[in-house]
């Protein structure tokens, strides 16, 4: 069974390194064939969730999770250890990893304040297993991504580098109400803005910030706030650009044609995925037969892999 990982300090700031905090290499369930034998590497779409949350990767899998059946992409979910230390929950995880091959998990326990021991082992993971990507998407599982319209976005961008992509803030504040989450003391953090930084719920990065910030996030001082941490502190460091488009909409569709138009939205109740994908199905004919013949081939997939299961009796 994966031990548990040390827990970061409870300061937002805190004298220990994230390295400290981080085992190397610690992957209970590594995965390491995800990428092997990929001919054409393009577009590596890294879900976060919690070991918990299979129903939001059943749905995922079942509406814009299909990307994942193209030649240039690869999806898998990136879990970590259950807060909750009940056996039957990595138990069902690994069984889930078994039978999809899409799952990922990192050695520590999987809380609010560790996002940011997350974002950096998805940058060490996917370093080690799957390096010769184009992009990398960093997303969560309670996000519904048009992955038409990303595709369209990364063809669109195909020459960029150096670059971070998603929903800019330029002028974030400090939260010093001591009851928000993101509670934020003076004392931790006393200037009055964070530098621009790109919103944690879905980011893109082009393959060559990986490694730097990676090799800069390990000795630097821990920060629970992971968007802030890696995407503002750290890459403003290594000058890395970050660039904010309307197309990464974190928020609910007012409306389907909304939906249709942009690449990533947050809120959306899990039971109105399917709708939305219907929606972005439908929105142009070629894509609405892409849909079709990649759904169809999912379906086909997920009975493959239901035929497939030991009978337990």
Same mark, same amino acid.
């Given at each position: ?15 220990? #390194?994230? %390295? ?14 995800? @990428? %092997? ?25 079942? =509406? ?8 240039? &992409?690869?999806?898998?979910?990136? /879990? ?15 069984? %889930?990893?078994?039978?999809?091959? !899409? ?8 809380? +609010? ?33 048009? =992955? ?11 020459? /960029? ?13 400090? !939260? ?25 719920? #879905? +980011? ?23 968007? &802030? ?15 904010? !488009? ?7 569709? !007012? ?25 972005? @199905? ?8 892409? @849909?079709?013949?990649?759904? @169809? ?17």
């Amino acid at each position: 069974m994966p031990r548990e990982r040390e827990s970061p300090p409870s300061g937002i700031f805190s004298s220990a #390194a994230v %390295e400290d905090l981080l085992h190397p290499l610690g992957f209970p369930i590594p995965n390491r064939a995800l @990428c %092997e034998g990929w001919e054409t590497p393009r577009l590596l779409v890294l879900v976060t969730t919690r070991a918990q949350n299979a129903r939001n990767r059943e749905v995922i899998r079942k =509406t814009w999770g299909h990307v994942a059946l193209r030649r240039d &992409v690869r999806l898998a979910f990136f /879990a970590a250890l259950a807060p909750t230390h009940d056996r039957r929950v990595q138990d069902s995880l690994e069984e %889930e990893s078994r039978h999809f091959g !899409d799952i990922i998990q990192a050695d520590f326990i999987d809380r +609010y304040d560790n996002l940011t021991l997350k974002a950096v082992s998805i940058l060490e993971w996917t370093l080690n297993y799957c390096a010769n990507i184009t992009f990398l998407l960093k997303t969560d599982d309670d996000m519904f991504i048009n =992955t038409f319209q990303l595709l369209d976005f990364i063809d669109t961008h195909h020459a /960029a580098i150096n670059t971070i992509f998603g929903f800019l803030f330029t002028n974030g504040k400090p !939260d010093r109400n001591p009851h928000s989450k993101w509670h934020v003391s003076e004392s931790e953090y006393p200037a009055t803005h964070y530098p621009r930084f790109v919103a944690g719920p #879905a +980011y893109l990065l082009t393959s060559d910030t990986l490694h730097p910030l990676w090799k800069s996030a390990l000795p630097h001082p821990f920060f629970k706030l992971e968007d &802030v941490f890696l995407t503002g502190l750290i890459a403003q460091n290594l000058h890395i650009n970050r660039l904010g !488009d309307p197309k990464f909409f974190n928020h609910v569709p !007012d409306s389907p044609h909304r939906a249709r138009s942009v690449i990533s939205m947050h809120g959306v109740p899990l039971k109105e995925f399917y709708n939305v994908w219907d929606s972005v @199905c439908s929105s142009s004919g070629s894509r609405e037969a892409d @849909c079709i013949l990649k759904l @169809c081939a999912l379906r086909a997939l997920a009975l493959f892999l239901f035929l497939k299961r030991p009978f337990i009796g």
